[in-house]
């Protein structure tokens, strides 16, 4: 069972998210609260295991809860849940300790989805934001080839640049370690670059990773 925190100062949003969990059996919606404040003081004598994080909140907004939480509460997972596709926020989410993001447009299978995702080690992005990673880059970068990663390239690429090596890529991901290293071998071919290193550098220069 899923232990969930939702983080919204927004009552229809959360009145929307109780109707849609109702309906699923291994998430449990152990609490709901208005902003961040709220939020630290209800972990203090609360388990949870992932919170649903609403980006712009009140007195402490879902960008500096999300910090807060994984400084003090590293193994709860953070899926931040939001309105804004922009880059800056998905990447101030992400950089903060944000285990995943996901648009509050999003249909009911992909919320559920992305929860249980985050809860067994994955990183989840909304359907529509790798267009912000790689669609977008591919326009402003018309001029020379830009690689298409998928979305499960970008999940490697990203806890590649965290350090991880391939069995904690494999275990976070559940995949296995020659899975991970058929990634690794496909993102060095489509980025051109030799070795790992390369690869990092090449992400954090074309905004993939931060």
């Not at 009552?11 to 404040?37: R, S």
């Not at 203090?44 to 400084?71: C, Q, S, Y």
């Not at 193994?75 to 880059?87: N, P, R």
């Not at 350090?163 to 993102?187: D, F, G, M, Y």
Request: proline share 3%; charged share 25%; aromatic share 6%.
């Amino acid at each position: 069972m899923i232990r969930l925190i939702i983080a919204d100062d927004h009552p229809v949003i959360i009145d929307g998210l109780k109707t849609i969990l109702d309906k699923v059996k291994d998430i449990k919606l152990v609490a709901e609260v208005n902003n961040g404040a709220e939020l630290l003081k209800l972990l203090e004598n609360t388990e949870v295991d992932v919170i649903l994080m609403d980006v712009n909140m009140p007195e402490i907004n879902g960008i500096e809860a999300t910090r807060l939480v994984k400084k003090q509460y590293p193994g709860i997972k953070v899926l931040a849940f939001s309105q804004y596709e922009e880059k800056r926020f998905v990447k101030q989410m992400l950089n903060t300790g944000a285990d995943g993001y996901l648009l509050k447009n999003s249909a009911a299978i992909e919320i559920t989805s992305a929860i249980k995702a985050v809860h067994s080690g994955g990183v989840f992005l909304s359907q529509d934001l790798p267009d912000i990673f790689v669609g977008a880059g591919k326009k402003k970068r018309s001029n020379y080839f830009f690689p298409d990663l998928s979305k499960r390239e970008l999940e490697v690429l990203k806890l590649i640049y965290l350090e991880k090596n391939t069995q904690e890529i494999a275990e976070q991901l559940s995949i296995s370690p020659h899975t991970v290293e058929s990634h690794r071998s496909n993102l060095l071919l489509k980025v051109g670059v030799k070795n790992t290193a390369g690869l990092v550098k090449w992400a954090i220069e074309n905004e993939i990773v931060y």
